[in-house]
């Protein structure tokens, strides 16, 4: 069995760019990168749902009115009299973006 050279493990990292130093051990790298792959997972397949399930309220015509006010620190945003469709597909939009994986390597 053959060990992976360090320098290829830490080219490996560097093209994931995993946030943590560059002298951290390879296993607890890889703990990292696997926790933060599955964090967005996770995130991804929630977003998908809600995105389809707001296609599907979009595509058979479900009525409501949402109001979506908020407001931090400077920035103020508003939904008025949206569709629970529309709603639902930008919840799914934001919990992808939010999720997206997330992973830089610090070089020292």
Request: net charge negative; proline share 4%.
């Amino acid at each position: 069995m053959s060990e992976k050279s360090p320098s290829l493990e830490a080219e490996q990292c560097e093209s994931l760019e995993a946030e943590f130093p560059m002298d951290t051990d390879p296993k607890t790298a890889e703990l990292i990168i696997k926790s933060e792959e599955s964090q967005a997972k996770s995130g991804r397949i929630i977003g998908f749902i809600c995105v389809f399930l707001g296609a599907i309220l979009l595509i058979l015509d479900i009525a409501g009115i949402v109001n979506f006010n908020i407001q931090i620190g400077a920035f103020n945003s508003s939904l008025s009299n949206a569709t629970p469709g529309v709603f639902l597909i930008l919840i799914g939009f934001l919990v992808i973006w939010v999720t997206k994986l997330k992973i830089k390597v610090i070089k020292s």
